[in-house]
């Protein structure tokens, strides 16, 4: 197909968001230096002219750098362009040096877009394009800033050019890429779209989220770790303001009781956020299967949209909180690269919390690919297993005791304490080894894997053979003389999605996985 080399660059607003950042760092920096001056300030007022031409002088050099930086990243913007050349996206960098970019389109995983209140105001968006490379799984390989209507072709454009081998045209792609909004409810089902490609009819479907869906995900998301820090933050930042009204204001001490309690509350505030952003965060979500596309989008301060070929799935993931597991309600998440790699994106969800049977009549709907290998039973590990979880426990028991003699001795004192803290060691070693045990299971037949694992919260993991890189198994003595073996399977992921771990299995399950793997590999 016909595509246009015309370059075109960044829109300038990325010399905004590259640059803010770094200014705002910079800005926090001078800040708490000011705090320290002024405290100087207030105890020798005699020297008030002194005072104010250093910090004239530090603003003036801050200024200097400031338009340094500035200066820099213009150039850097007016010097970069991007292209779309044949089968390739050409990225090309005249700064010191000259650098081109090549990526060749059939490599892409995905074209994402996103947008935070800033892009929102300027009617701008970020694209993210990733491609299936182990080398760059953990980062989003281009980076763009584009207008929202650039963006829309651009990301149309390519998705032309991966289909073209079918001989879809990039107006039948961009139309498949309308945004279809839906009232709330589970889900909506539309007008079967013909595939041309192989000549099936397949159905549109669209699953939505109302508030009460929303609501539901955030408490079943809570982490429990953030809710106490977020009670201890906000305690402590009332306990010093109060300690400090006690003590009486004074000129010398009022900056040292607002930074202590301004500290206390910070660490408070950002644990409440941790804990309640799930309910805001996937505001208006959306997912639609359109033929073999997975269309997810979502946001409120940041609105997110992606468009994910079906075929670069690489896995699914369900996962579960110990609120969740314990009500029996599940998340999905989709293993792709390019989902969630960023810091501000993980979690990047595929179905938000909701009943086990719901969970499978939407992947039905959405993912049918998957859905089957979700039905799989799970069979946890032999019950000799134990001897082997024992080995860990012992040997953390042995270094626990150690600990706990080297404490009497130096200390000399406290002996309760520290026989209290070593046997709360003991129980949360013991409470970690055998909720691994319980958790840890596994399923495999012809098609799929399964892989489970946790301790409070659960994690299972469903791939189908194709997608797995490949397998490592060991077997130590001890687990020789039990005949089970353990493992791990590696995809084409980010770090934290490309290692999965195998639990004790027998050995004639470990065969007949490796029969089934190498089959699918020959196919």
Same mark, same amino acid.
């Given at each position: 197909?016909?595509?246009?080399?015309?370059?075109?660059?960044?829109?300038?607003?990325?010399?905004?968001?590259?640059?803010?950042?770094?200014?705002?760092?910079?800005?926090?920096?001078?800040?708490?230096?000011?705090?320290?001056?002024?405290?100087?300030?207030?105890?020798?007022?005699?020297?008030?002219?002194?005072?104010?031409?250093?910090?004239?002088?530090?603003?003036?050099?801050?200024?200097?750098?400031?338009?340094?930086?500035?200066?820099?990243?213009?150039?850097?913007?007016?010097?970069?362009?991007?292209?779309?050349?044949?089968?390739?996206?050409?990225?090309?960098?005249?700064?010191?040096?000259?650098?081109?970019?090549?990526?060749?389109?059939?490599?892409?995983?995905?074209?994402?877009?996103?947008?935070?209140?800033?892009?929102?105001?300027?009617?701008?968006?970020?694209?993210?394009?990733?491609?299936?490379?182990?080398?760059?799984?953990?980062?989003?390989?281009?980076?763009?800033?584009?207008?929202?209507?650039?963006?829309?072709?651009?990301?149309?454009?390519?998705?032309?050019?991966?289909?073209?081998?079918?001989?879809?045209?990039?107006?039948?792609?961009?139309?498949?890429?309308?945004?279809?909004?839906?009232?709330?409810?589970?889900?909506?089902?539309?007008?079967?779209?013909?595939?041309?490609?192989?000549?099936?009819?397949?159905?549109?479907?669209?699953?939505?989220?109302?508030?009460?869906?929303?609501?539901?995900?955030?408490?079943?998301?809570?982490?429990?770790?953030?809710?106490?820090?977020?009670?201890?933050?906000?305690?402590?930042?009332?306990?010093?303001?109060?300690?400090?009204?006690?003590?009486?204001?004074?000129?010398?001490?009022?900056?040292?009781?607002?930074?202590?309690?301004?500290?206390?509350?910070?660490?408070?505030?950002?644990?409440?956020?941790?804990?309640?952003?799930?309910?805001?965060?996937?505001?208006?979500?959306?997912?639609?299967?359109?033929?073999?596309?997975?269309?997810?989008?979502?946001?409120?301060?940041?609105?997110?949209?992606?468009?994910?070929?079906?075929?670069?799935?690489?896995?699914?993931?369900?996962?579960?909180?110990?609120?969740?597991?314990?009500?029996?309600?599940?998340?999905?998440? #989709?293993?792709?690269?390019? @989902?969630?790699?960023?810091?501000?994106?993980? +979690? %990047? =969800?595929?179905?938000?919390?909701? &009943?086990? $049977?719901?969970?499978?009549?939407?992947?039905?709907?959405?993912?049918?690919?998957?859905?089957?290998?979700?039905?799989?039973?799970?069979?946890?590990?032999?019950?000799?297993?134990?001897?082997?979880?024992?080995?860990?426990?012992?040997?953390?028991?042995?270094?626990?005791?150690?600990?706990?003699?080297?404490?009497?001795?130096?200390?000399?004192?406290?002996?309760?304490?520290?026989?209290?803290?070593?046997?709360?060691?003991? #129980?949360?070693?013991?409470? @970690?080894?055998?909720?691994?045990?319980?958790? +840890? %299971? =596994?399923?495999?037949?012809?098609? &799929?894997? $399964?892989?489970?694992?946790?301790?409070?919260?659960?994690?299972?993991?469903?791939?189908?053979?194709?997608?797995?890189?490949?397998?490592?198994?060991?077997?130590?003595?001890?687990?020789?003389?039990?005949?089970?073996?353990?493992?791990?399977?590696?995809?084409?992921?980010?770090?934290?999605?490309?290692?999965?771990?195998?639990?004790?299995?027998?050995?004639?399950?470990?065969?007949?996985?490796?029969?089934?793997?190498?089959?699918?590999?020959?196919?």
């Amino acid at each position: 197909m016909e595509t246009t080399e015309t370059k075109f660059r960044n829109h300038i607003s990325i010399v905004i968001e590259r640059f803010g950042t770094i200014f705002i760092g910079i800005v926090i920096v001078l800040a708490g230096s000011a705090l320290d001056d002024l405290k100087e300030i207030v105890k020798h007022m005699d020297n008030l002219k002194e005072y104010l031409a250093d910090e004239f002088a530090g603003a003036s050099l801050f200024l200097v750098l400031f338009l340094i930086a500035l200066f820099w990243q213009l150039r850097r913007w007016a010097k970069t362009y991007i292209s779309i050349q044949g089968q390739a996206i050409v990225i090309e960098k005249n700064t010191w040096n000259r650098k081109v970019q090549t990526i060749g389109i059939k490599h892409i995983s995905n074209v994402n877009l996103s947008q935070n209140i800033l892009e929102m105001m300027l009617g701008t968006c970020t694209v993210k394009l990733d491609t299936d490379s182990f080398s760059t799984a953990d980062d989003t390989d281009v980076k763009l800033v584009l207008k929202k209507e650039k963006a829309e072709w651009f990301r149309q454009t390519v998705f032309a050019i991966m289909e073209s081998e079918g001989n879809r045209s990039g107006a039948e792609v961009y139309a498949q890429d309308a945004n279809h909004q839906t009232e709330s409810g589970a889900y909506k089902e539309t007008a079967g779209i013909t595939d041309e490609e192989n000549g099936k009819n397949i159905t549109e479907t669209t699953v939505t989220a109302n508030v009460n869906d929303m609501i539901w995900h955030g408490v079943f998301a809570i982490n429990l770790f953030a809710v106490l820090l977020a009670v201890g933050g906000i305690g402590g930042s009332v306990s010093k303001l109060l300690s400090g009204i006690q003590e009486g204001i004074s000129g010398q001490n009022i900056l040292e009781i607002i930074s202590g309690w301004a500290v206390a509350f910070f660490i408070g505030a950002t644990a409440v956020w941790d804990t309640v952003k799930d309910f805001i965060k996937y505001y208006q979500y959306q997912v639609t299967r359109k033929s073999d596309k997975i269309y997810i989008s979502y946001g409120l301060l940041k609105k997110v949209s992606y468009v994910i070929p079906v075929k670069r799935i690489h896995g699914v993931t369900v996962r579960q909180t110990w609120i969740a597991r314990i009500f029996k309600r599940y998340r999905v998440e #989709l293993i792709n690269v390019g @989902m969630g790699d960023d810091d501000e994106e993980k +979690d %990047a =969800f595929f179905l938000l919390y909701q &009943s086990h $049977a719901d969970v499978i009549e939407k992947m039905q709907k959405l993912l049918p690919e998957f859905a089957e290998a979700m039905k799989l039973p799970l069979q946890r590990q032999k019950k000799s297993v134990i001897f082997l979880k024992a080995i860990p426990a012992v040997i953390w028991a042995v270094a626990l005791f150690v600990a706990d003699r080297f404490a009497k001795e130096i200390i000399g004192s406290h002996f309760l304490w520290i026989n209290l803290a070593c046997v709360c060691g003991w #129980l949360v070693v013991l409470v @970690m080894l055998a909720g691994g045990y319980v958790t +840890d %299971a =596994f399923a495999c037949d012809k098609k &799929s894997l $399964a892989v489970s694992s946790g301790v409070f919260g659960r994690e299972t993991t469903y791939m189908h053979y194709p997608q797995i890189q490949y397998f490592s198994f060991n077997q130590n003595i001890v687990a020789k003389k039990l005949r089970v073996v353990k493992g791990n399977a590696y995809l084409l992921a980010s770090a934290s999605d490309s290692r999965h771990d195998l639990p004790y299995m027998p050995e004639e399950a470990v065969e007949e996985l490796k029969e089934y793997f190498l089959k699918k590999m020959v196919l």
